[in-house]
Nanobody
Framework: EVQLVESGGGLVQPGGSLRLSCTTS????????MSWVRQAPGKGPELVAT???????TYADSVKGRFTISRDNAKNTVSLQMNSLKPEDTAVYYC????????WGQGTQVTVSS
């Protein structure tokens, strides 16, 4: 059974930091591109960051310089370090694995508010 379980979301003040983690099982993690995708209320999904095994990570322009994606192929995990958070970063953040198939986690809520 494939599982992607996100953790680390919560409420944070503007300018603060959060670290999201996605623990996975049930598929060949190292063969998949791993991404974080977010969806804010009333908006469509936004690809935030992607980590592959073949190149540098990529980021949405809206988060460049503030967010960092990292993966641990030995532990089958992917993380998203989010710094200098803004209210517009408020969204549900989903972990996505894309390769032979496409897998999604259940999402974790991030709320940036004073």
């Amino acid at each position: 059974e494939v599982q992607l379980v996100e953790s680390g979301g919560g409420l944070v003040q503007p300018g603060g930091s959060l670290r999201l983690s996605c623990t996975t099982s049930g598929f060949t993690f190292g063969s998949y591109d791993m991404s974080w995708v977010r969806q804010a209320p009333g908006k469509g999904p936004e690809l935030v960051a992607t980590s592959t095994n073949s190149g540098a990570p990529t980021y949405a322009d809206s988060v460049k310089g503030r967010f960092t994606i990292s993966r641990d192929n030995a532990k089958n995990t992917v993380s998203l370090q989010m710094n200098s958070l803004k209210p517009e970063d408020t969204a549900v953040y989903y972990c996505n694995a894309r390769g032979w198939r496409d897998y999604w986690g259940q999402g974790t809520q991030v709320t940036v508010s004073s």
